[in-house]
């Protein structure tokens, strides 16, 4: 009784094949989509970068437009406490934006800034209030005061600081990014050009073993039963395949040959006695 036929053997080894190609191809899968991670990964970091760029410039922006000309008109004044109104609205805008976006590592890093930004519009807003209710001289007065600048300066140095790391992570991840693709683009040529020439120099390297040379040497056995008048030993008849079978036969094939020329002999020899 057989265990596997050479069909199913066959049809197993090329089984295999299909299924290392499948699990080459799903790890170039993955590699893609971890290089597609990367890239979000940098693209969000820039896009952080921007909002980081757009609230430093627009907290500049309304610092200029708190430092109105106290010799100005009434009309001008309000037109400037007016443009200093609708900075404010814009900085809040940019700082909401960039602290809902902010990773957590970074929040913990820069743990005051909201709150700087939060003052800084807030005294914005007590100068533009001034402005209005008391004089232009008194809001430059507030404007000019130094806790306001040292809050200035600490809100762009802070967000620059934002800038640069996360414009370096940026670099360094499209560079991790380009390694992997590369990784992932050697994979893809191993798997569509090496694993075909792996797989067919192992094919023939096993039909030769199991198939070609068995059937040469049973063709050989064959022969030698054939011209040979006693019993042969014949190869490869413990296999539980095809090829074991025909050893088989080969064998039962030669031991009914023998038998056949030991009764012709025998029958001979008998007639030759009579």
């Avoid at 400037?80 to 976006?101: G, K, P, T």
């Avoid at 792996?198 to 064959?222: D, K, Q, S, V, Y």
Wanted: proline share 3%; net charge neutral; hydrophobic share 50%.
């Amino acid at each position: 009784m057989r265990r596997f036929g050479l069909t199913a053997k066959i049809t197993l080894l090329f089984a295999l094949f299909g299924i290392a190609a499948a699990l080459g191809l799903a790890g170039a899968l993955g590699g893609l989509a971890s290089v597609h991670q990367i890239d979000r990964e940098a693209f969000n970091g820039l896009q952080l970068a921007n909002r980081a760029s757009l609230l430093s410039s627009r907290v500049a922006q309304a610092s200029l437009l708190s430092r109105f000309d106290d010799g100005a008109s009434p009309q001008q004044v309000e037109q400037a406490l007016d443009a200093l109104d609708a900075a404010i609205e814009l900085v809040d805008a940019a700082r909401a934006s960039l602290v809902s976006a902010l990773p957590p590592e970074l929040s913990q890093a820069h743990p005051t800034l909201d709150a700087s930004i939060r003052t800084f519009i807030d005294f914005q807003r007590d100068i533009v209030d001034i402005g209005r209710r008391v004089s232009a001289k008194a809001a430059l007065i507030e404007a000019s005061a130094e806790a306001a600048r040292e809050n200035v300066r600490q809100i762009i140095s802070v967000t620059a600081t934002i800038r640069d790391d996360l414009d370096r992570q940026a670099g360094q991840a499209a560079s991790s990014a380009e390694m992997l693709a590369h990784q992932v683009r050697l994979r893809v040529i191993l798997i569509a050009v090496g694993l075909p020439l792996a797989g067919g120099a192992l094919a023939i390297t096993l039909l030769r073993a199991h198939l070609t040379r068995p059937l040469r040497e049973l063709m050989a056995a064959i022969d030698a039963t054939m011209a040979s008048e006693q019993v042969i030993e014949v190869p490869h008849r413990r296999r539980r395949d095809e090829i074991g079978e025909l050893a088989r036969t080969v064998r039962t094939l030669s031991e009914g040959r023998a038998t056949l020329v030991t009764r012709d002999a025998e029958a001979g020899l008998a007639q030759a006695r009579q």
